[in-house]
């Protein structure tokens, strides 16, 4: 088995700030994703990337930045919080960037002041 | 539209009861995923299929990759069931992208 941390688990910022979320998988999983999930809604795709230093660009990938250092890891970076801004960033990993189950993390919780 | 119709949006079981989700697809699909979301936003894999049916306990789900849908049924519930159900799609227009559905707000009661 394997598992997927998100850090931090909390993340409060302040309006214009830019924000880091990372992300290590140790399943030795090729593909790697962000999801943004509003509350009480579906989970949208930001960005993912297929192996290391590969991004593509999922629907919500205005205002954010990634970066796939190793194969172990995702960052995803909030370029310009936005006021009131809340949700929850997911990671996930997968075997293969199709045709393989997705696992999660536990998620990154944003507030932005 | 959505790609992925997911059905009801929410529901309420008695203990010991049983009932179906369903998600409907509107491109071809080439799996499904399940997931259960906890109260502390933790998503659980459930079931992944690219065909036929899978059952785990008194979880079983089905895809029909040619009538385009999936159901999650769900027998005898109890009360830890409680959770938003998602189901979520492979393929579609762009293969690399999986699209979610929007949940199903299950809440068990005693």
């Known amino acids: 088995g394997g598992i997927i941390t998100q850090t931090p688990k909390f993340l409060i910022g302040q309006e214009g700030q830019k924000l880091t979320l990372k992300c290590q998988q140790n399943?030795?999983?090729?593909?790697m994703y962000w999801y943004r999930q509003d509350s009480g809604k579906g989970l949208r795709l930001i960005y993912y990337?297929?192996?290391?230093?590969?991004?593509q660009k999922g629907d919500l990938s205005e205002g954010y930045d990634a970066s796939r250092e190793k194969k172990s890891s995702f960052s995803l970076t909030v370029t310009s919080a936005q006021k009131n801004e809340m949700a929850v960033f997911l990671c996930?990993?997968?075997?293969?960037?199709?045709?393989?189950?997705?696992?999660f993390g536990p998620g990154t919780r944003l507030t932005v002041l | 539209g959505d790609q992925v119709e997911q059905s009801p949006s929410a529901l309420s079981l008695h203990e010991g009861t049983s009932s179906a989700l369903r998600c409907n697809f509107t491109?071809?699909?080439?799996?499904v995923q399940w997931f259960r979301q906890n109260s502390r936003g933790s998503l659980i894999n459930l079931f992944y299929?690219?065909?036929g049916t899978k059952e785990n306990g008194r979880l079983k789900s089905a895809f029909d990759s040619k009538e385009l849908y999936s159901t999650l049924h769900i027998r005898d519930a109890q009360l830890e069931d409680s959770g938003t159900y998602f189901c979520?799609?492979?393929?579609?227009?762009?293969?690399?992208?999986?699209?979610f559905g929007k949940g199903t707000h299950l809440h068990v009661l005693p």
């Open positions: 996930a990993s997968s075997p293969r960037d199709w045709g393989y189950e997705q696992y």
């Open positions: 399943f030795n999983h090729d593909t």
């Open positions: 990337s297929i192996t290391e230093n590969d991004l």
């Open positions: 491109t071809t699909t080439r799996s």
């Open positions: 299929l690219a065909s």
């Open positions: 979520a799609a492979e393929g579609g227009t762009n293969a690399y992208k999986v699209i």
